[in-house]
């Protein structure tokens, strides 16, 4: 009985299935008529759409470039095909959610059908087991199938809702790309016409400035004076034209033919110039003045410079104000103005010393220091002291190198004048200040100022016959600059350790001033620099004449032979004339040797070699070689 119950069950559950697949089948047939008839539109829409493509393929090729904005409409279309793509998948989600709810139902049926099996007996569980896998495998083909026909139904809807919704507006969109297109080709059009406006322009420009610059340069093999601002009154170029002209004249050091161009811009010919430019040209104009060697001109445009922007506010104007300011003291102190180039000096210095800018700063420093100098051309050593410390007090605090160096040369300079005035306490003092401000300074150009400090510092002590602090002033600048890459400072430790061995011969250190010496010969002897060649001569030769007074005679005669061998060729009379001497002693130490033959080949040989020298050193040398070789 059981068995017959279990059999009509599944009778009826696969009915059910049967009956429930049939309506799905039919549906599907319908749905399949309704594709075809959808792929069908589909088609001719896409021929019309590619027809559509290739018109506006078309259209891009006479456009070029321009066609970038239709694809631009395109990417629009496509955003608003993706927003419907985005709705019909959302109705897919929905309708995804409704087979999942009758999935469920279907799964709750099933389940309460295995409730009803589990009852039967132990001895057909196998039998059940296996008719609810199959009812199992029924009931999810059911639920895919279902499935997957809702998913084609609703891709179908989707793609004939695109299709009739591009069918319906296809021609509003070509519409639309039309009057894109239009746009487009009237804004490009408008500036094809710009640039070939303004190409032309530029073209005639260019054309112009050519035929200026040729009428200039012809101008060269003319009269030049022939040659002014008022012939080119005319022409069309702009300020800016001229400032590029003018510049380019001036890199090329056309200086005659630059002048015109700045006499162009600071004459009437334009309506309005801007200050800064205006002072440009002033600036230019005074250059190629004292480039072609026109000092009274220079100094007008000065004038003309300061004049005119003496009160501007504007701090690159200011600089040009200042420099035309410096430049123009320096040029009438070229012409030997000192006066004037002393009051000069003192308009910079009030209108500009409180000025902040570094460059004016400078300027202000150097004419500070320039009219120092010029009141000691004029004899003024009191009034020029002053000067030096009002540079040095106001700028000896300045961060600036370049102003840096004008306190360390108003140093110096201040030490110099009180030498002038016999004030030798006063000049040391000066000079220590300067050597312990600027000792360990980098600058090179500081480094000169507090080496000639050092060494004028021994030279004073000296005269006053303070050798020992002579010699300790010497050491200082030869520890301190020994190694020095400058020349000028070498020049100085050169001099200041032949110094040295000077003031150990006369404080007795004979054996010491002999070191000096070959410190000296040995560290410059390979020197070329002609100074430097002279003091290693006088180190050999005052070496020679040490080494006499120790009465080491064979010593001394090599030292001479030395000096003779290295410089016996050179063409300095300095150094001839220590050669000459060199000789002369070898020809007095041979006698006191005993080796007469010796000293009147030696006195022989001198006079042959300068015999006809007109230097009046070798001269009196020579005779007194003469007057010995007769008393041999």
Known sequence: MRLFLLLVSLCFILLQ??????????????????????????????EQLKQQKDHAKGIKQQLGGDFKKLEETQTNLKIQLANISNQIIQQEKVLNFQLAKQEQSQNK???????????LSYELNFYSILITIIALILGFSTSFIAIYKAKSEANIASKKHMSEWLKNNSDELIAQAQVTFQEINQELKGK?????????????????????????????????????????????????????????????????LSIIAWDVITSNIFEEVDDLTLASALSYKSTCLDKLAQPEAEIKTYDE?????????????????????????????QLNQSVDAIKTYEVLIAQFKEFENEAVQESV??????????????????????????L?????????????????????????????????????????????????SDNEAVQEPVAEAMFNKGVVHGELNQSKEAIKAYETLITHFGASDNEAVLELVAKAMLNKGVRQGKLNQSKDAIKTHEMLITRFIASDNETMQERIANAMLNKGVTQGQLELPKE???????????????GNEAVQERVAKAMLYIGISQVQLNLPDDAIKTYEGLISRYGDSHNPEIT????????????L
Request: charged share 30%; glycine share 4%.
């Open 192 to 256: 094809f016409d710009k640039f070939e406006r303004d190409e032309s322009e530029r073209m005639q420009k260019f054309s112009e400035i050519r035929q200026v610059k040729a009428k200039l340069i012809d101008s060269l093999s003319l009269d030049i004076q022939s040659l002014t601002y008022k012939s080119f009154e005319h022409t069309r170029l702009n300020v800016d034209d001229w400032l590029e002209i003018g510049t380019e004249l001036f890199s090329n050091n056309q200086f005659s």
């Open 392 to 440: 040095i007090t106001h700028f000896i605090e300045s961060d600036n190198e370049a102003v840096l160096e004008q306190v360390a040369n108003a140093m110096f300079s201040k030490g110099i004048t009180q030498g002038q005035l016999d004030q030798p306490k006063d000049e040391i003092k000066t000079y220590e200040e300067l050597i312990a401000h600027f000792g360990e």
């Open 17 to 46: 299935t049967s009956s429930a697949n049939e309506p799905l089948q039919n549906t599907g047939q319908k749905h399949t008529q309704q594709l075809s008839a959808i792929q069908t539109k589909m088609a001719v829409l896409d």
């Open 365 to 390: 420093a150097k004419a500070m220091f320039n009219k120092g100098i010029r009141q000691g051309i004029l004899t003024q050593p009191k009034e020029e002291i002053k000067t030096y410390e009002a």
């Open 556 to 570: 001394e005669i090599k030292t001479y032979e030395e000096l003779i061998a290295h410089f016996g060729e050179s």
């Open 305 to 333: 410079l300061i004049t005119r922007f003496i009160d501007n506010d504007n701090d690159t104007i200011q600089r040009r104000v200042a420099f035309a300011m410096f430049n123009k003291g320096v040029t009438q102190g």
């Open 620 to 631: 009196v040398i020579v005779l007194q070689a003469k007057k010995r070789l007769d008393e």
């Open 109 to 119: 049926e099933l389940n309460v059908f295995d409730g009803r099996i589990s009852d």
